[in-house]
């Protein structure tokens, strides 16, 4: 079946915009996850949400950073004012356990 | 450009060898632990998972092994093949039943 799907897989913005990454999890998939990934290192927790519910968003860096699953299923992440630091690859996870989480190809943001 | 390898420890077997990746743990706490392996461009794809009350778990080709005494965990891939080579990450929950914490990848190199 399909996997995690993320889009767009690239994001070029100016130093000021404000973006908004879209994730797509796999059918029936009731947990989502939000983690943010330095080249190099491994994936850094931002959010989860267990259907429509926010129920952690403690790694989300600062105010600037949202998302929301209204209707439990798609997501979006959303970063206002973005700023250079911002730059990096933004991927979703998704799992129908708590601990079996199905990763996507991710959105590489890049902020000028 | 920066090479991910730049930063990354490294491991290079030869085809047909036996390889075993090592990941130190902090969090006493954690109870689950997960080995994921990242192609170039793509997601982490799961691998293995173990819980803290084994502490050795086979699957194909591969092996987990947990010692909870000095937190460490291990991958042991038999007969490595060129397909095996990737960024491995190991990962733990911390006690929490969602938020993945991922260690210091290890880059597999397999040469022909």
């Known amino acids: 079946g399909a996997g995690v799907s993320q889009s767009p897989r690239y994001k070029v913005t100016k130093r000021g915009q404000d973006v908004a990454l879209r994730c797509d999890p796999i059918s029936g998939h009731v947990s989502l996850y939000w983690y943010r990934q330095a080249l190099g290192q491994g994936p850094e927790f931002l959010t989860y949400f267990n259907y429509e519910a926010q129920q952690d968003k403690s790694g989300l860096p600062n105010d600037r950073f949202s998302a929301e699953r209204p209707e439990g299923s798609i997501s979006t992440l959303t970063i206002q004012r973005t700023e250079q630091r911002d730059s990096a690859m933004y991927r979703c996870a998704s799992s129908l356990t708590a601990y079996e989480q199905y990763f996507g190809p991710g959105t590489r943001l890049t902020v000028t | 450009g920066e090479s991910v390898g730049l930063h990354l420890p490294t491991l290079s077997v030869q085809e047909g060898d036996n390889s075993i990746i090592n990941c130190a743990y902090s969090n006493s706490a954690s109870d689950y632990f997960i080995w994921y392996k990242q192609e170039s461009g793509k997601g982490p794809q799961f691998i293995i998972d173990?819980?803290?009350?084994?502490d050795k778990r086979q699957g194909q080709r591969v092996t987990v092994l947990l010692n909870k005494t000095v937190k460490h965990l291990s991958l042991q891939i038999a007969a490595t093949q060129p397909g095996d080579s990737a960024v491995y990450f190991c990962a733990e929950t911390g006690g929490s039943n969602y938020k993945l914490t991922f260690g210091k990848g290890t880059l597999l190199t397999v040469n022909p």
């Open positions: 173990i819980r803290s009350n084994m």
